[in-house]
T-cell receptor, first 113, second 110 residues
Framework: EAQVTQNPRYLITVTGKKLTVTCSQNMNHEYMSWYRQDPGLGLRQIYYSMNVEVTDKGDVPEGYKVSRKEKRNFPLILESPSPNQTSLYFC????????????FGPGTRLTVT | RKEVEQDPGPFNVPEGATVAFNCTYSNSASQSFFWYRQDCRKEPKLLMSVYSSGNEDGRFTAQLNRASQYISLLIRDSKLSDSATYLCVVNLPNFNKFYFGSGTKLNVKP
């Protein structure tokens, strides 16, 4: 089954404790992206990647890191989480040709206390 | 100024009604346009892409007006199952960044 998976789905952590949210897709998509969704603000792009070893900042990259060492994986790293990073996070992937339809993972609900 | 703006609603309509949503975008260089559907904090799913000539998929019709920089979605014969939040999405040239509107909530009532 074609899908994007994210882990963990739910996470409660404390300020300053490094964490990683994993994202994996099995569709051989070149493009992958991370978004955060906050009430009234919609989805905002954090980082994106056009292919292996190619990453770039979205609109809200502060406090986040990413890496793309393999085509299928695109982890999101919070080196020192803060309460303002409490949010719902979505990973997405897409081909870079054709319809550009993005397939989204199920989301990770992160709470930083 | 937000890149993409939508009326948050909610739009409360009876079954069978026709409802239309608009969305405006600020960057005239925007290249690709989409409507996504999102159910209750679940992941967004593509409803339809929006083409310059307009396009239709069953009860759904999408239009693009580049001169006025807006996109519309028309839903005919609304079903209870159409209740969701509809997200307008634009993509900048070179296929790098995507901008999402904050969504328009639709409630279809019996």
């Amino acid at each position: 089954e074609a899908q994007v998976t994210q882990n963990p789905r739910y996470l409660i952590t404390v300020t300053g404790k490094k964490l990683t949210v994993t994202c994996s897709q099995n569709m051989n998509h070149e493009y992958m992206s991370w978004y955060r969704q906050d009430p009234g603000l919609g989805l905002r792009q954090i980082y994106y990647s056009m292919n292996v070893e190619v990453t770039d900042k979205g609109d809200v990259p502060e406090g986040y890191k990413v890496s793309r060492k393999e085509k299928r994986n695109f982890p999101l790293i919070l080196e020192s989480p803060s309460p303002n990073q409490t949010s719902l996070y979505f990973c997405a992937s897409s081909l870079i040709e054709g319809t550009y339809e993005q397939y989204f993972g199920p989301g990770t609900r992160l709470t930083v206390t | 100024r937000k890149e993409v703006e939508q009326d948050p609603g909610p739009f409360n309509v009876p079954e069978g009604a026709t409802v239309a949503f608009n969305c405006t975008y600020s960057n005239s260089a925007s290249q690709s346009f989409f409507w996504y559907r999102q159910d209750c904090r679940k992941e967004p799913k593509l409803l339809m892409s929006v083409y310059s000539s307009g396009n239709e998929d069953g009860r759904f019709t999408a239009q693009l007006n580049r001169a006025s920089q807006y996109i519309s979605l028309l839903i005919r014969d609304s079903k209870l199952s159409d209740s969701a939040t509809y997200l307008c999405v634009v993509n900048l040239p070179n296929f790098n960044k995507f901008y999402f509107g904050s969504g328009t909530k639709l409630n279809v009532k019996p």
